[in-house]
């Protein structure tokens, strides 16, 4: 018997957790909602054909998936984990980028943590 699984993220920004999944080489496709005030989930296809989804809730994406036919290649809160650094790595290189700021640097640490390192010229500088 099957039973799906919704887990809470903090995932809220779809074109970010598509640029997450993408540096991952996670496939998925868009599969849009029925209801227009909602935005589109994504679908992660499994060799088993049990799908992983990305579902909007109103607030945030849910991962939903039958924990029993579980086929990536790390645990649910370890593949969670991995889309979350993502997302908050893309989240934070977008929303700066948005507001003038460049990366200058990105080092990968040993612990799998990541440094960033961004800049933005002031263009009113008083220069004298």
């Not at 998925?28 to 049990?50: A, P, R």
């Not at 809730?57 to 969670?80: H, M, R, T």
């Not at 003038?100 to 500088?125: C, H, I, M, P, Y």
Request: with cysteine; proline share 2%.
């Amino acid at each position: 018997m099957s039973h799906l699984t919704y887990m809470k993220t903090r995932f809220q920004n779809v074109f970010y957790l598509e640029k997450a999944l993408e540096k991952l080489n996670i496939e998925y496709k868009q599969q849009k909602s029925t209801d227009e005030l909602f935005q589109h989930n994504l679908v992660i296809s499994q060799s088993n054909g049990h799908e992983i989804q990305f579902c909007w809730n109103g607030k945030e994406y849910e991962l939903l998936a039958d924990l029993s036919f579980w086929k990536q290649p790390y645990p649910v809160q370890s593949f969670i984990d991995k889309v979350a650094q993502k997302y908050a790595n893309e989240n934070v290189i977008g929303e700066s980028q948005k507001i003038g700021f460049q990366v200058v640097n990105a080092q990968k640490n040993s612990d799998g943590s990541q440094t960033l390192v961004l800049e933005r010229w002031n263009s009113k500088a008083n220069l004298y």
